[in-house]
């Protein structure tokens, strides 16, 4: 058991839920390829082996999806709401939804039961035309697994999501290779589980200061009540999250990524009702919107203290990691140690010295205007005057800004000069 998780459990057990049923045996039927602490590319567990992807590829002759029906011509695609800005050629859809499904996936939701977000069994599911996400792969809780918490991602489940994919994208007039399917696959579900992991840290970040066990009672109660369209639900906002972030991080063509991102919408059409809401809530605002009330309304549900969705203006931070790899840090140095700050990658120069250094020494003046401030230098060619001036950006000065700046009022000095001649004059550069 991770040792963090171990700790939370002997401080604060009134928050952990106990489950009966061991996840040890997992192992007696299935490889699991842990890849914690690796830096592991989306493209390395994807193999292009021929008898790799056949073996994923096998589907079980006697099964059909769950909630599906056995004739395609009792299952009409014109019956099945669409998102109204999607042109898309609906004969296709009869055959993606009776496509036959890896036998492995029935197999993960018999072994792990219960309705928990990200789980692959619970009711969500019964009336889903194709494998939801949350069929594909798998989210642990650390609340209900201790002991096997984290992602899973199930090797048929990829494979079987790909191929769906890749012929959707083709119905959307894209073309992808079912490579680059897979890839999107494995991207999208990753995604869709590390948001039920969020909502889960959420979660935690409330319960210790209030003592009240927010997972297991207010996010359980809001995952399983009745759900009517436009409520948050923790799937709409998975399945919206996940699209984005393929959205965002795919590298192909602008005209292909589209037909991915309406392919995903689509696909999630087929799913039930909660995941289908999602393909709506993939702008900023909609998302941004619908996740502070989806986090007030788990809240009102475990406690009596009430807050309005407006509140959470700076709640959207509790649903991600506060500090992430280059993102919000700093290095603190002393400021006259040059050598130090190049050595830290720091290369600012304070915007009053930059500005009286070059008054000082190419008798540059500062003028507002337009949306910045800018510095302005005279020079006189061939009896007649010319003015050359820079913007002045706001804040500390870049070392390349300040080289732009040297350029544009055609001192011919790089910074390294420059600083020396600031020196002179004293008044040196920090």
Not at 129 to 139: I, R, S
Not at 244 to 264: E, F, G, H, Y
Not at 342 to 353: E, G, I, N, P, T
């Amino acid at each position: 058991m991770d040792d963090r998780v171990s700790g939370l459990l002997t401080d604060f057990p009134v928050i952990f839920e106990k489950t009966a049923k061991s996840l040890e045996d997992l192992e007696n039927d299935w490889v699991i390829i842990d890849v914690s602490g690796n830096e592991v590319q989306a493209d390395e567990l994807i193999s292009d082996d021929d008898e790799f992807l056949i073996d994923l590829d096998r589907y079980d002759s006697d099964t059909v999806p769950e909630g599906a029906v056995d004739d395609a011509s009792r299952v009409s695609p014109f019956d099945i709401p669409l998102p109204s800005d999607i042109d898309l050629d609906r004969g296709g859809l009869v055959e993606i939804i009776l496509r036959r499904r890896p036998k492995s996936i029935g197999k993960l939701r018999r072994k792990i039961t219960g309705t928990f977000p990200g789980g692959p069994g619970g009711s969500l599911t019964k009336d889903a035309l194709v494998p939801p996400p949350d069929a594909l792969a798998v989210y642990l809780p650390f609340h209900r697994y201790p002991d096997r918490w984290g992602i899973y991602l199930l090797d048929a489940g990829v494979a079987s999501f790909a191929t769906d994919l890749q012929r959707l994208v083709w119905l959307l007039r894209g073309s992808i290779s079912i490579h680059d399917a897979r890839k999107i696959a494995l991207m999208y579900l990753f995604h869709h589980e590390a948001y039920h992991s969020a909502v889960e840290g959420f979660a935690l970040r409330c319960e210790l200061p209030l003592r009240k066990p927010v997972y297991r009672t207010g996010l359980r109660k809001l995952y399983t009540r009745m759900w009517t369209w436009g409520d948050p639900h923790e799937e709409t906002l998975a399945t919206a999250y996940g699209i984005r972030k393929v959205r965002d991080n795919l590298r192909l063509p602008k005209s292909d990524v589209t037909a991915v991102v309406n392919a995903l919408r689509v696909y999630m059409c087929l799913c039930p009702p909660p995941y289908r809401a999602g393909a709506d809530y993939i702008d900023d605002e909609k998302f941004n919107e619908l996740e502070r009330r989806f986090m007030e309304e788990g809240l009102r549900l475990s406690s009596s203290k009430a807050l309005p969705p407006a509140a959470w203006t700076m709640g959207t931070y509790l649903m991600a990691p506060l500090i992430q790899r280059n993102r919000k840090y700093s290095w603190i140095c002393n400021r006259a140690d040059f050598r130090k700050k190049s050595k830290l990658a720091v290369h600012y120069f304070r915007q009053r010295d930059v500005l009286s250094c070059l008054q000082r020494l190419a008798g540059a003046v500062v003028e507002p205007g337009g949306r910045h401030q800018h510095i302005v230098r005279e020079v006189e060619e061939n009896g007649r005057k010319r003015r050359l001036m820079s913007p002045i950006p706001s804040g500390e000065i870049h070392k390349g800004t300040l080289g732009s700046m040297l350029k544009q009022l055609e001192l011919s000095l790089n910074v390294e000069a420059f600083r020396d001649e600031c020196r002179k004059v004293g008044k040196a550069l920090s």
